[in-house]
């Protein structure tokens, strides 16, 4: 078996307080919440010294590490987060995390490592009689890296060793062995997300303290795999030399997950430092104007006709101008084609015992101020087109909850003020579900749902509603 000097690995030598107070021991350490997991930042040899008095006195402990490659993981597998989110602690593996700690603008954690921590576990160990029990790897590797560390500490108490590759039958026994090993300390080296997963799924079964989770170090502690020399180390480029010694199983990993990592590093970054939501703003309100800009131009020959119609009937007015209320409350003056008689505010009072809809909004379906030419209008929601002026304007958008009357949000109660939150839009959730048919209450709802996972995506999807909503005619009055 190959050795790996104990110079290429080994820190210098820290002081050593028996009957530490632990909690003293955990006020070491500083937390920096990335990716929304919580990382305990702390040098290699505080974090070791906690880890093995920990297992000593019995606390019970799990630890796993978090790397560029475990934050792309954790985005695509529920279970793994929360296989994470149940750690006791998260120590930040690698130069990916402190990275996006820099871009993120928080504290930068230290890098704490396995590979470089397991020697300093197995030193401290040794001074506190902690037993180690080693799990993972192919047939072999494990007990090769319980023999080098045996090697270096002699008075290490390795408690029994296990490869990886056990059958599910095997479980069982498997779990047995190692809670009467007398074990204070398990290192599992099945790789991420099985090591994690694993423990997750076996923690309230092992009865041991600590349970560490420590990816393919045994790999490098048995002499199977060299480490890189320590000035790639020292230039932060392990990573390098380790897709060198293995490009067909870390290839994919680094090639396509590292430009994968810094998206959402990126993100991570934009999110914290108030950038996402400016960003979101910006896309939105460009897409207002590109769709309101293109609209008015295609419909134009419909708005000369449309006005003509209007004009032609009563001779009033082809557009209609009225006081709503728009985002945080402001007033603005919303624009649509005049579908009504000109005194049609005047008769409202009169008609407001005769709502079809009970509650704020008044809405008649047989409304005897609309205009003939109205009627064809609102059946087809033309008379909401010259809103496409207030989107350029910037007052409205092209999709957000519909603006209200003074006099509506007068009677708001309890959460519907919510609904002002947003920049009030030509279309909604729920007129591409329903329009008047559906009760205030419920809009109410539905437009505050809508301003909580407001996207891109899910304007757009309300945009292409829109077309065959209007078809339908389904509560258009």
């Not at 010294?49 to 297992?55: D, K, L, P």
């Not at 929360?82 to 930068?108: F, K, M, T, Y």
């Not at 393919?216 to 392990?238: H, N, Q, V």
């Not at 460009?286 to 032609?312: E, G, H, K, N, W």
Request: proline share 5%; net charge positive.
């Amino acid at each position: 078996m190959k050795h790996i000097p104990a110079s290429a690995i080994r820190t210098a030598a820290y002081p050593i307080v028996i009957g530490e107070n632990t909690d003293h021991e955990l006020a070491l350490f500083r937390t920096t919440k990335l990716f929304g997991l919580s990382l305990q930042d702390g040098s290699p040899k505080e974090t070791a010294a906690h880890i093995v008095r920990g297992a000593a006195h019995g606390r019970r402990t799990t630890v796993n590490f978090i790397n560029a490659h475990c934050v792309n993981v954790a985005m695509a597998d529920r279970d793994y987060r929360n296989a994470l989110e149940r750690s006791d602690l998260l120590l930040p593996d690698g130069v990916g995390v402190q990275i996006a700690a820099r871009l993120a603008g928080c504290e930068v954690p230290e890098n704490v490592n396995g590979t470089d921590l397991f020697p300093l576990i197995c030193e401290r160990a040794a001074i506190e009689g902690a037993g180690i029990f080693m799990l993972g790897g192919m047939p072999g590797i494990a007990d090769a890296a319980a023999a080098w560390a045996c090697g270096e500490w002699p008075s290490l108490r390795i408690r029994g060793t296990h490869s990886g590759y056990f059958a599910a039958e095997e479980e069982e026994a498997l779990i047995e062995r190692i809670n009467r090993s007398g074990a204070a300390i398990l290192c599992v080296g099945l790789g991420v997300p099985l090591q994690e997963l694993w423990i997750s799924r076996n923690r309230d079964r092992l009865n041991i303290p600590v349970v560490i989770g420590v990816g393919g170090l045994f790999d490098y502690y048995s002499g199977r795999i060299a480490r890189a020399p320590a000035a790639i180390r020292a230039m932060r480029c392990e990573w390098v030399w380790r897709l060198a010694m293995e490009p067909r199983r870390l290839g994919r990993r680094y090639f396509l997950g590292n430009p994968i990592f810094i998206a959402h590093a990126i993100a991570e970054a934009a999110e914290r430092r108030g950038l996402t939501k400016f960003f979101a703003g910006a896309a939105k309100r460009t897409f207002d104007i590109l769709v309101a800009a293109s609209a008015l131009l295609a419909l134009l020959p419909m708005f000369l006709i449309v006005a003509i119609a209007i004009r032609a009937e009563d001779r009033g007015p082809v557009f209609f101008r009225q006081r709503r209320i728009g985002k945080d409350g402001r007033a603005f003056a919303m624009m649509k084609f005049r579908s009504m008689y000109t005194d049609a505010e005047d008769r409202r009072k009169a008609l407001l015992a005769q709502s079809d809809r009970s509650g704020t909004c008044f809405k008649m379906k047989d409304d005897p101020r609309i205009t003939r030419t109205g009627k064809f209008l609102r059946r087809f929601s033309i008379d909401e087109l010259p809103q496409l002026i207030n989107v350029l304007s910037g007052t409205m958008s092209i999709v957000g909850p519909r603006p209200a009357l003074p006099s509506e949000v007068a009677r708001y109660e309890g959460r519907q003020w919510e609904r002002l939150h947003g920049k009030p839009g030509i279309t909604c959730s729920w007129q591409v579900k329903g329009r008047a048919e559906i009760p205030f209450h419920r809009q109410a709802i539905m437009d505050r749902a809508y301003l909580r996972r407001r996207s891109f995506t899910r304007d757009l999807k309300l945009v292409l509603m829109t077309l065959p909503a209007i078809v339908n005619g389904r509560g258009a009055y």
